[in-house]
């Protein structure tokens, strides 16, 4: 006669498991992370080490000149405490408000025109080179004869110096000699009379189209190789079902395209408000003044704070141009979220 040993778990309920051999003992869900994320460091410390002195490298020329720069704006530097640099008299905010509101300040002089001219530089010139690159796209995404070369081609207008384009085109632009008004007045005599164009009104148009010339190529590239992802079976079900180019384009290519030109956006507005080397070469070799309707907000900071030797002032006006920018990235990523599926 066999006696039955009670057992401690009640019949229907789950015996709780007991740790295996080898485990270590309180392993749960955290310690499964942190021994997950030990076994990642060990495995991709080689490429780790490689990413390193690059990861350092951009810190130092980014992060580090963004930084003084923002406590040069707390500073009274000028050309009497150039030397203590960092060191000198600290003023708080008194360098923002002076910018904001002082017009007396040397800085804050002009600003307001710059402002208004880089906004209208900045949306034409965004507006242009997004159009110019993604119909350029949409013409050599096709198969004909020649086409590696006159892809190639196309970029040379992105592989010339900026510093050079704006050079070049001053000669281009010159109301005697230059070609512009050659062929606009003598061959083509689109113009009763050579106007100036690095002078008066017209000089927003000189400054915008030697920018847009040399932006839209990459634009060109980047819109090429998206328009490469769209499955053709897209296009031919399309037009078995009677759709004409016009109805693929705006029903295929361009929602499929929201990515690429949310982010060619992002990146055309912030260049053209921070455009510098194109204006700046134009006029005097950099030592000129683009006047009324060519001078932009980055170049007048340079010229005002310099000239001046105001460097606080300077520092404060252009991290007031930042902060403004990330306002802009702001806005731009809560409109384009969905499209970029950004987590």
Known sequence: MSTSVPSPHPAGRARPALPSAGAPAGRGPAGDARHRRAGSWRNNRLAYAMVAPAFLFMLMVHLVPMLQGIAMSFLQLNQFTLRRFLRAPFLGLANYRSVLFDPENPVRAGLAIAARNTAIFSAVVTLLVLATGLGVALLMNRNFRGRALVRTLMLLPWVVPSYVVGILWSFMWHRDTGIINRILVDWLHLLP????????????????????????????????????????????????????????????????????????????????????????????????????????????????????????????????????MMGVVALWYRIFRQELIIR
């Open 193 to 324: 009379e050579k106007p100036f164009w690095l002078m008066g009104p017209n000089t927003i148009w000189a400054i915008i189209l030697p920018t847009v010339w040399r932006s839209w190529p990459y634009v060109f590239i980047v819109f090429l190789a998206a328009l490469q992802t769209i499955p053709g079976e897209l296009y031919e079900a399309a037009a078995i079902d009677g759709a004409g180019p016009w109805r693929r384009f705006r029903h295929i290519t361009l929602p499929l395209l929201r990515p690429a030109i949310a982010i060619q956006l992002l990146f055309q507005i912030i260049q053209s408000v921070y455009a510098f080397n194109i204006v700046v070469m134009m006029f005097g070799n950099g030592s000129g003044y683009a006047g009324e309707w060519g001078d932009l907000l980055m170049i007048a900071i340079q010229r005002q704070s310099f000239q001046s030797w105001l460097f606080g002032y300077g520092a404060a006006a252009s991290v007031l141009l930042m902060l403004a």
